[in-house]
Structure formats: structure tokens, C-alpha cells
């Protein structure tokens, strides 16, 4: 397992350090820094010099004296495309973001509920409703919210979609429902409109907050769950928000014809929906757990608000070409996987649920050290850290890579195809993955693991530091080979027929300028919708 050691990257960054004046005239410059090259669509295992730049341009768009050099010293010189937090670190009008950025939260005043019931393990007996995104997503949410009767308890990250807010609104109307929901900080005006509805229109019946990240509060970068408890007996839980993108208006399975591009219109997400009154409970618990310790640092004096609060760090919008949402389809009309209730013939299933910063990456540990055979993952990133601070996540990353090299275990791994993927791929090549476990797909918002084919995580917490270690998220881990080969299935179909290997020059997104125009071709975002 060959891993790009501090020795051989101190010798590059001398060779870069000599050449700083040099390599800042390359247009577009961001950054520079030793790193495995990615030539020919892969990665190659040898120390290189990688320059990073705002919009990578062909060779035949540049003059002569404005093409990198291909070597400096032994090492070759690499241009990649900068991802949107790289551009952001390196503008001065930008500052806020940077140094939100490169400090981490070291003062979060979570703390476990005494006992750490999210660490039980639970024996569930009624069939799960399983089902994915885009194929099946919003269909079933929307029948799920609609059969509310007295309680609807939420925890969202992201809540931009004018049509799921009218059917939550109608039923809560209709039901005289009592609603808990809380909801991140982060918010992007879609969701301050929608916000301001629920309060307006919901009264009495709404108990709204906003859970404040950062230091002196409870989590670091993000109140990231995406968990609906219905009359404290029921749950949907999913890796998707309640978004355009994670739960598009769309009906490809009641709708067979509207299945055509439906890999463009809305993101890959796995949902489950659960009956058990116990977990349900608990769960409900949790995001009680979250609002009334998030209501009591603003009495306490700090900046939390019922549903008042603007994002406390002004994170610029995207340009993202439209292209990266254009998942490559087969000529024929794809077949949409509907929802299916599972096991078909009944029988106890054990879950686990987790919850980070709780007990996610102590169980996940166990998930892999059990690994026999087989680990298949969809995430829209993993972004490797060697931070102190991140060693855990560290640990398990190192361990997955160690898999990741023995002959006897078919690892594949799918990462969406954003801006950073292909930075995020070498980095973990450079810490010891085998290069060919990974491929890449467009608009892939999962965050999923399927283990031997027997187990199955559906989960809404991202791949890196503050996801894993610091920030609010929920899954579930359920032991049932019919269930998890449920998942299985989906995941194969994207690996052979959606994800590619190739690790071509990734999209150019860039930052937006306040007020500038959206270029021909692209499509303004906001930053909390593209990473979300």
C-alpha cells in the first residue's frame, strides 16, 4: 500500500517554494501544492507538483507564455481545476469564509443525553418501506406527510421547496397537527421565504427553531439531519433534504413517460420509512433534545432565534455548469426502481441507529472490521483530513483504505461528480487506496453503505471531518439481506451503467460575483444547495 509519505512531499514543496513567483503568473492561479498527478483520466502514483487554477482552459486557449511549465526540477507540473472552497480561501473580499473555514469549532456545547440511548440496538418486526431518489422519492414523502393524524416532529437542513411546504402546511392545517421543527441556520432565501409561510400560516400549531452551528453552540458547520417522526410512530429518514434537487417534483414510477431524464432532474438518495414506536420515539427525543438545547443558549444570552436567525457566514453563490446535472442515461426509458415494502415475508430485523456526533463513526468502525467480503458506498464526497482534530474520521478512513488493497474484498465506491471529486480521489489514493475502487457519478446526494450484501447504512452525514465528528446527522444500519440487497441492486446499476472511471477534468464552478450575471450555460446555486 504505497502512501505519498511527508518526506517525499516536503522535497516537492521546496521545488514549489523556489518557483512561487513563477507559478503565480499562470492565469487564473489559486493555489500550489505537492500531490499524486491525474494524467490520462487516472490517478498515477508519483510525487508532482499541482497547480490549481480558477477555470482550467485548454492549451489551445493560451499563449505560449502563459502554459505551465511541465516540469520544474524532478517533478512534473499538473493544472487542476479549483474547487469552490479553494478559489474562496484565496480571495480577500471573501475573508469571513476562509476563516470560517480553516478554524475549527474547537467550543460546542452538545452533550450526549446521559446513557446514549441512540446506542441501542433495536429488533424491528413490521416490513420497512424502502424506496429511492429520483425513481421514487417525493411520491412517497408526500403520502407520508399527508397520513399525519396528531404529531409531526422534524429535523432538516435544508428546506427550499414551495410544494413540499404546501403539503405540509394543508395537513397540519387539516389535522390541526402539532409540529416540532428544527431546522439549520445556513438558510438560502428560498428557505427564508418558505420559513416565513410556516409562521405566518402554522401559528400555534408551529414549535420552530433554528439550531445554531459554530462555536458555542451546539454543533460545528451544520444541523445536517433529514429525519420526519409522524404521531411519535412512525419515521421517514433519508440522505436527502427537502429540496428541488433531493425530492424533485416528479412522479417516474405513477408516471412511466416523465421517467425520461429523471437522472437530470433530481439527485440519487436512498430513503427508508419505518413503523416502530420505540425507535420512532427516540428519534422524536433527539430532535426534541436538539430545540429546547438550542432555545436554551439564546436565553443564555447567545445569538439562537425562533425561525429569525440569517446565516452568521455569508457563503458567495455558485456558478455550476449545467452539464454536471446531465447523468449519462441509456437510450431506452430508464426503468424507475419503485418503492417495495420489505422483507416480503415477515420476520424481526435488528437496526442500529446512529447518530453523529454520538455513536456514528464507533459503529461504522464495526461495519467495516466485520467486512468479509464485500463494501459498496455512494457519497456525494469524502474529503480526506490528517487533522488532529479529525483523527477518528483519520482512523476510519486508513482502515478503509487498508480494505481497499486486499485481494479478497470487492470495495467499489461512488462519489458525486462535483467540482472537488477528483482533488478528493487523489488525496485518498495519496493515503493509500487502491485507485480503481472509486468511480464517479453526477448528482449523487447519498450518503450509503452496503456491507456483504447483508447490511445497509442509509444515512445523511457527509464524508468528512465536521460530518462525521462535529455536525448533526442520522442514519440507520439494518441487518437483513433482503433489505439491504434492495439498495445493493440500485448501487450496481449506477456503478455499471451511470458512474464512469475516468477521472476527467472536473467541472469548472466558480465563485459568483454579488451581482454579477449567470454565464450562458451555467446555473447559479446557492453553496449550501451544492454541497448540501
Given amino acids: 500500500m504505497y502512501v505519498f509519505d511527508n518526506e517525499s512531499k516536503l522535497a516537492v514543496q521546496k521545488i514549489i517554494d523556489d518557483n512561487g513567483a513563477l507559478l503565480r503568473s499562470i492565469p487564473g492561479f489559486v493555489s500550489a501544492e505537492p500531490g499524486f498527478p491525474i494524467i490520462d483520466g487516472a490517478v498515477v502514483k508519483e510525487p508532482a507538483i499541482l497547480v490549481f487554477v480558477a477555470r482550467k482552459l485548454p492549451p489551445s486557449h493560451l499563449l505560449q507564455e502563459e502554459r505551465a511549465p511541465r516540469q520544474l526540477g524532478p517533478y512534473r507540473v499538473s493544472v487542476m481545476q479549483a474547487d469552490p472552497m479553494r478559489q474562496v480561501m484565496a480571495m480577500a473580499v471573501h475573508a469571513d469564509v476562509a476563516l470560517r473555514a480553516a478554524v475549527s469549532a474547537s467550543k460546542l456545547t452538545y452533550k450526549k443525553i446521559d446513557g446514549n440511548p441512540i446506542d441501542a440496538s433495536f429488533t424491528i418486526s413490521k416490513p420497512m418501506l424502502c424506496h429511492v431518489g429520483p425513481d421514487d422519492g417525493w411520491p412517497v414523502l408526500k403520502t407520508f406527510l399527508e397520513a399525519t393524524k396528531h404529531t409531526l ?132 427525543q433527539y430532535i426534541k433534545y436538539d430545540r429546547d438545547g438550542s432555545e436554551k443558549e439564546a436565553k443564555a444570552g447567545d445569538h439562537g432565534a425562533v425561525l429569525i436567525m440569517a446565516p452568521p457566514v455569508n457563503f458567495p453563490d455558485l456558478f455550476v455548469p449545467v452539464e454536471q446535472f446531465a447523468m449519462a442515461e441509456a437510450v431506452a426509458l430508464p426503468q424507475p426502481v419503485a418503492c417495495t415494502v420489505l422483507p416480503k415475508t415477515a420476520r424481526d430485523i435488528v437496526v442500529q441507529p446512529v447518530l453523529t456526533p454520538d455513536n456514528y463513526i464507533g459503529r461504522i468502525m464495526e461495519l467495516f472490521n466485520g467486512a468479509k467480503h464485500s463494501i459498496h458506498m455512494q457519497y456525494a464526497y469524502i474529503t480526506y483530513s490528517d487533522a488532529a482534530v479529525d483523527k477518528p474520521f483519520t482512523d476510519m478512513l486508513k482502515k478503509l483504505a487498508e480494505l481497499s488493497n486486499r485481494p479478497s474484498m470487492d470495495m467499489k465506491i461512488i462519489l458525486g461528480g462535483g467540482s472537488s471529486v477528483n482533488d478528493d480521489i487523489r488525496k485518498l489514493v495519496e493515503a493509500g487506496f487502491k485507485s480503481t475502487v472509486f468511480r464517479v457519478q453526477s448528482s449523487i446526494h447519498n450518503k450509503g453503505i452496503v456491507v456483504d450484501g447483508e447490511t445497509v447504512l442509509v444515512s445523511s452525514a457527509n464524508w468528512s471531518g465536521d460530518g462525521v465528528l462535529r455536525n448533526r446527522d442520522a442514519g440507520l444500519i439494518i441487518r437483513d439481506s433482503e433489505i439491504a440487497g434492495y439498495y445493493q441492486k440500485v448501487f450496481l446499476d449506477d456503478w455499471d451503467k451511470r458512474a464512469k472511471a475516468r477521472l476527467d477534468d472536473g467541472p469548472a464552478v466558480m465563485v459568483a460575483a454579488r451581482g454579477a450575471e449567470t454565464p450562458a450555460g451555467m446555473v447559479r446555486m446557492s453553496w449550501r444547495e451544492y454541497y448540501g
Fill in 153 to 284: 416532529s422534524v429535523a432538516m437542513y435544508d428546506f427550499n421547496a414551495d410544494y413540499i411546504a404546501k403539503t405540509f402546511i394543508d395537513t397540519v392545517r387539516a389535522n390541526n397537527i402539532h409540529v416540532v421543527l428544527t431546522w439549520d441556520n445556513s438558510m438560502t432565501a428560498p428557505e427564508t421565504t418558505i420559513r416565513t409561510k410556516l409562521k405566518t400560516t402554522l401559528k400555534t400549531n408551529l414549535d420552530g427553531w433554528i439550531v445554531q452551528c459554530g462555536n458555542n453552540h451546539r454543533f460545528d458547520s451544520a444541523y445536517h439531519e433529514k429525519v420526519a417522526v409522524q404521531d411519535s410512530k412512525a419515521f421517514w429518514l433519508s440522505s436527502g433534504n427537502w429540496s428541488t434537487r433531493s425530492q424533485p417534483e416528479i412522479d417516474p414510477v405513477g408516471d412511466p413517460p416523465s421517467a425520461k431524464g429523471m437522472y437530470s432532474k433530481g439527485n440519487r438518495e436512498w430513503h427508508i420509512i419505518i413503523e416502530d414506536e420505540k425507535l420512532s420515539k427516540l428519534f422524536e
